[in-house]
């Protein structure tokens, strides 16, 4: 038996020894061959002469030429809205209405005012007429004849301030209705 168990031992051997070279073999690295790359596709365009335009970008923001504030002159409730934001607006166009009632009755006071004061330098007029005519005929005294002269003077003078009045009031009643300054486009409006 120990000729089989010396033959058996010998096979194995020779076997193992030959998977050991396949084994040597098959480890061992090989060398990887440069392969160069492929030359870049070129596109190839003939030269043309012409005219370009020099261009700048910019970053920047834009605002109009003129702009104007719109505030009302006068105090009170708006009534009523005549345009809607960012529509174009000429010179002199309605904006907004703002209640014109108490302008509307300011203006009839100042009216009724002046009317009075009118009257008042008719009267003092008259009166420095016949004062002076009774002081031509010496019925009067001087005294009384400049006395008329300053009540007419001041009559004439209240009648300029009840003008003065009655202009501001109509002035007053004109600013209700707020129109625009300038054409162009307006903006958001905030009331």
Known sequence: ??????SWVARSVVVSGAMACLAMLGCERQRAAFVPPPPPE???ESPTRQRVADAMEFTGT????ETVEIRARVRGFLEKKHVQDGKRV???????TIDPRTFEAAVEQARAELATRESELKLAIV???????AAATNAV????????????????????????RLRAAELDLEFTNVRSPITGRIG????
């Open 62 to 65: 834009t605002r109009g030429y």
């Open 1 to 6: 038996m120990r000729a089989g168990v010396k």
């Open 90 to 96: 000429q010179q002199g166009d309605l904006l907004f």
């Open 42 to 44: 070129v596109t190839v």
């Open 141 to 164: 005294s001087k005294q009384e004849v400049d006395r008329a002269a300053a009540q007419r003077d001041g009559a004439i003078a209240q009648v300029d301030l009840a003008k003065a």
């Open 188 to 191: 958001f409006i905030r009331v």
């Open 127 to 133: 009166t420095l007429e016949r004062t002076s005519a």
